[in-house]
Protein backbone atom coordinates (compact mmCIF):
# COMPACT_ATOMS: atom_id res chain seq x y z
CA UNK A 1 0.00 0.00 0.00
CA UNK A 2 1.31 3.51 -0.87
CA UNK A 3 2.48 4.83 2.27
CA UNK A 4 1.77 8.99 3.35
CA UNK A 5 3.92 11.63 4.68
CA UNK A 6 3.20 12.70 7.86
CA UNK A 7 4.69 16.09 8.83
CA UNK A 8 3.86 18.02 11.97
CA UNK A 9 3.92 22.07 12.75
CA UNK A 10 4.10 22.65 16.63
CA UNK A 11 4.59 25.59 19.03
CA UNK A 12 6.19 24.42 21.99
CA UNK A 13 6.35 21.11 24.56
CA UNK A 14 5.92 18.69 21.29
CA UNK A 15 4.16 15.72 23.42
CA UNK A 16 1.37 15.17 20.74
CA UNK A 17 4.12 14.83 18.02
CA UNK A 18 6.25 12.97 19.66
CA UNK A 19 3.03 10.14 20.29
CA UNK A 20 2.44 10.24 16.57
CA UNK A 21 5.94 10.12 15.50
CA UNK A 22 6.10 7.29 17.97
CA UNK A 23 3.37 5.35 16.55
CA UNK A 24 4.65 5.76 12.93
CA UNK A 25 8.00 4.90 14.17
CA UNK A 26 6.99 1.27 15.53
CA UNK A 27 4.56 0.98 12.33
CA UNK A 28 1.37 1.28 14.50
CA UNK A 29 0.42 3.58 12.16
CA UNK A 30 1.69 2.78 8.47
CA UNK A 31 3.28 6.05 7.11
CA UNK A 32 6.51 8.04 6.50
CA UNK A 33 7.44 10.39 9.09
CA UNK A 34 8.26 13.74 7.10
CA UNK A 35 9.30 17.28 9.39
CA UNK A 36 8.37 19.17 11.79
CA UNK A 37 8.58 22.93 11.30
CA UNK A 38 8.10 25.36 14.34
CA UNK A 39 7.44 29.11 14.95
CA UNK A 40 9.31 28.82 17.83
CA UNK A 41 13.27 28.50 18.38
CA UNK A 42 12.59 27.19 21.74
CA UNK A 43 10.15 24.66 21.55
CA UNK A 44 11.10 21.33 23.03
CA UNK A 45 9.73 18.78 19.53
CA UNK A 46 12.23 20.47 17.77
CA UNK A 47 14.49 18.63 19.86
CA UNK A 48 12.32 15.51 19.46
CA UNK A 49 12.31 15.61 16.21
CA UNK A 50 15.94 15.07 15.94
CA UNK A 51 15.78 12.17 18.21
CA UNK A 52 13.51 10.61 15.76
CA UNK A 53 15.79 11.61 12.99
CA UNK A 54 13.77 13.66 11.21
CA UNK A 55 14.43 17.46 9.87
CA UNK A 56 13.37 20.10 11.84
CA UNK A 57 13.17 23.70 10.81
CA UNK A 58 12.31 26.88 13.16
CA UNK A 59 10.57 29.08 10.62
CA UNK A 60 10.36 32.87 12.31
CA UNK A 61 7.59 34.56 11.68
CA UNK A 62 8.94 37.81 12.33
CA UNK A 63 11.56 37.23 9.20
CA UNK A 64 8.39 37.50 7.08
CA UNK A 65 6.61 40.73 5.91
CA UNK A 66 3.30 39.41 5.97
CA UNK A 67 1.45 35.71 7.31
CA UNK A 68 0.97 34.38 3.93
CA UNK A 69 4.72 34.65 3.07
CA UNK A 70 5.83 33.13 6.09
CA UNK A 71 3.34 29.97 5.22
CA UNK A 72 4.81 29.89 1.76
CA UNK A 73 7.90 29.19 3.34
CA UNK A 74 6.12 26.65 5.75
CA UNK A 75 4.68 24.82 2.38
CA UNK A 76 8.08 25.07 0.34
CA UNK A 77 9.41 22.65 2.68
CA UNK A 78 6.00 20.75 3.33
CA UNK A 79 6.25 20.03 -0.36
CA UNK A 80 9.84 19.63 -0.84
CA UNK A 81 9.07 16.85 1.90
CA UNK A 82 5.99 15.24 -0.28
CA UNK A 83 3.88 15.73 2.49
CA UNK A 84 0.51 14.03 2.21
CA UNK A 85 -0.64 15.68 5.93
CA UNK A 86 -0.26 18.03 8.15
CA UNK A 87 -0.72 17.30 11.52
CA UNK A 88 -1.24 20.63 13.74
CA UNK A 89 0.53 19.74 17.13
CA UNK A 90 -0.10 22.19 19.83
CA UNK A 91 0.86 25.06 16.54
CA UNK A 92 -0.80 28.58 18.43
CA UNK A 93 -0.94 30.08 15.39
CA UNK A 94 -4.22 30.80 12.87
CA UNK A 95 -3.42 29.48 9.70
CA UNK A 96 -4.62 31.64 6.76
CA UNK A 97 -7.04 30.64 3.93
CA UNK A 98 -3.76 30.62 1.77
CA UNK A 99 -2.63 27.64 3.52
CA UNK A 100 -5.72 25.78 4.33
CA UNK A 101 -6.33 25.91 0.54
CA UNK A 102 -3.37 24.24 -0.40
CA UNK A 103 -3.95 21.58 2.08
CA UNK A 104 -7.43 20.97 2.07
CA UNK A 105 -8.83 18.02 4.08
CA UNK A 106 -5.38 17.21 4.51
CA UNK A 107 -4.77 18.99 8.30
CA UNK A 108 -5.51 17.90 11.57
CA UNK A 109 -5.40 19.56 14.72
CA UNK A 110 -5.71 18.77 17.95
CA UNK A 111 -7.88 20.65 20.65
CA UNK A 112 -7.69 20.67 24.87
CA UNK A 113 -11.82 20.68 24.41
CA UNK A 114 -15.16 19.55 23.24
CA UNK A 115 -15.97 21.95 20.27
CA UNK A 116 -17.27 24.00 19.39
CA UNK A 117 -16.92 24.75 23.51
CA UNK A 118 -13.71 26.91 24.13
CA UNK A 119 -12.34 27.14 21.25
CA UNK A 120 -8.95 29.23 20.92
CA UNK A 121 -6.23 29.41 23.85
CA UNK A 122 -6.24 28.27 27.45
CA UNK A 123 -9.39 26.03 26.63
CA UNK A 124 -8.88 24.27 29.74
CA UNK A 125 -9.01 27.27 31.97
CA UNK A 126 -11.85 28.56 30.17
CA UNK A 127 -13.41 25.23 30.86
CA UNK A 128 -12.82 25.11 34.40
CA UNK A 129 -14.03 29.14 35.09
CA UNK A 130 -17.15 28.38 33.44
CA UNK A 131 -17.45 25.88 36.01
CA UNK A 132 -18.29 22.87 33.62
CA UNK A 133 -18.53 19.05 34.64
CA UNK A 134 -17.35 17.73 31.58
CA UNK A 135 -14.64 18.61 29.01
CA UNK A 136 -11.89 16.98 26.90
CA UNK A 137 -10.59 17.11 23.23
CA UNK A 138 -10.91 17.03 20.01
CA UNK A 139 -9.25 16.21 16.58
CA UNK A 140 -10.42 18.03 13.57
CA UNK A 141 -9.61 18.58 10.10
CA UNK A 142 -8.70 22.47 9.71
CA UNK A 143 -10.67 24.82 7.93
CA UNK A 144 -10.78 28.60 7.66
CA UNK A 145 -12.61 29.30 11.23
CA UNK A 146 -11.13 28.95 14.52
CA UNK A 147 -11.63 25.53 15.16
CA UNK A 148 -14.37 24.82 13.35
CA UNK A 149 -13.18 22.26 11.31
CA UNK A 150 -15.28 19.02 10.48
CA UNK A 151 -15.14 16.78 13.93
CA UNK A 152 -13.21 13.41 13.73
CA UNK A 153 -12.77 11.90 17.40
CA UNK A 154 -13.79 13.29 20.70
CA UNK A 155 -13.29 12.25 24.16
CA UNK A 156 -15.01 13.45 27.19
CA UNK A 157 -13.45 13.70 30.25
CA UNK A 158 -15.28 14.83 33.50
CA UNK A 159 -14.14 18.01 35.89
CA UNK A 160 -13.54 17.09 39.45
CA UNK A 161 -14.86 19.50 42.25
CA UNK A 162 -10.20 20.09 43.09
CA UNK A 163 -9.65 20.10 39.38
CA UNK A 164 -6.95 23.13 39.12
CA UNK A 165 -5.59 23.78 35.89
CA UNK A 166 -2.73 21.57 36.25
CA UNK A 167 -4.82 17.97 36.98
CA UNK A 168 -7.26 18.75 34.30
CA UNK A 169 -4.88 19.47 31.54
CA UNK A 170 -2.90 16.42 32.38
CA UNK A 171 -6.15 13.97 32.18
CA UNK A 172 -6.72 15.90 29.51
CA UNK A 173 -3.54 15.62 27.62
CA UNK A 174 -3.59 11.48 28.36
CA UNK A 175 -6.74 11.54 26.04
CA UNK A 176 -4.98 13.74 23.30
CA UNK A 177 -2.06 11.10 23.40
CA UNK A 178 -5.00 8.40 22.14
CA UNK A 179 -6.95 10.11 19.91
CA UNK A 180 -4.71 12.39 17.45
CA UNK A 181 -2.55 9.06 16.74
CA UNK A 182 -6.07 7.11 15.94
CA UNK A 183 -7.08 9.79 13.97
CA UNK A 184 -4.23 10.19 12.15
CA UNK A 185 -4.02 5.94 11.54
CA UNK A 186 -7.46 6.61 10.23
CA UNK A 187 -6.21 8.92 7.53
CA UNK A 188 -3.29 7.12 6.79
CA UNK A 189 -5.65 4.19 5.88
CA UNK A 190 -7.52 6.13 4.02
CA UNK A 191 -10.73 5.53 6.12
CA UNK A 192 -12.31 9.29 6.61
CA UNK A 193 -14.23 10.70 4.67
CA UNK A 194 -15.94 14.33 4.77
CA UNK A 195 -19.02 15.08 4.19
CA UNK A 196 -20.00 18.74 5.11
CA UNK A 197 -19.38 18.83 8.71
CA UNK A 198 -19.51 15.31 9.03
CA UNK A 199 -16.26 13.18 9.29
CA UNK A 200 -17.71 9.23 8.64
CA UNK A 201 -15.16 6.57 9.75
CA UNK A 202 -14.83 3.41 6.96
CA UNK A 203 -15.18 0.28 8.66
C1 LIG B 1 -2.06 20.44 23.70
O1 LIG B 1 -2.82 20.40 24.89
C2 LIG B 1 -2.93 20.81 22.51
O2 LIG B 1 -4.22 20.27 22.59
C3 LIG B 1 -2.96 22.32 22.65
O3 LIG B 1 -1.64 22.66 23.00
C4 LIG B 1 -1.06 21.60 23.74
C5 LIG B 1 0.25 21.22 23.08
O4 LIG B 1 0.94 20.28 23.84
N1 LIG B 1 -3.36 22.94 21.44
C6 LIG B 1 -4.11 24.04 21.40
O5 LIG B 1 -4.50 24.62 22.40
C7 LIG B 1 -4.45 24.52 20.02
N2 LIG B 1 -5.36 25.63 20.07
P1 LIG B 1 2.12 19.43 23.20
O6 LIG B 1 3.06 20.46 22.55
O7 LIG B 1 2.76 18.74 24.36
O8 LIG B 1 1.52 18.50 22.20
Do not use: W
Amino acid sequence: MFKKTVSFIVSGRGSNFQTVAEKIKSGYIKANLGIVISDKAEARALTIAGDFGMDSYFINPRDFPGREAHESEMIRLLEKYKTDLVVAAGYMRILTAFFIRKYRNRIINIHPALLPSFPGVHSQQQALDYGVKITGCTTHFIDEGTDTGPIIIQSPISVMDDDGIESLSSRILKEEHRILPESVKLFCEGRLRINGRKVYIDK
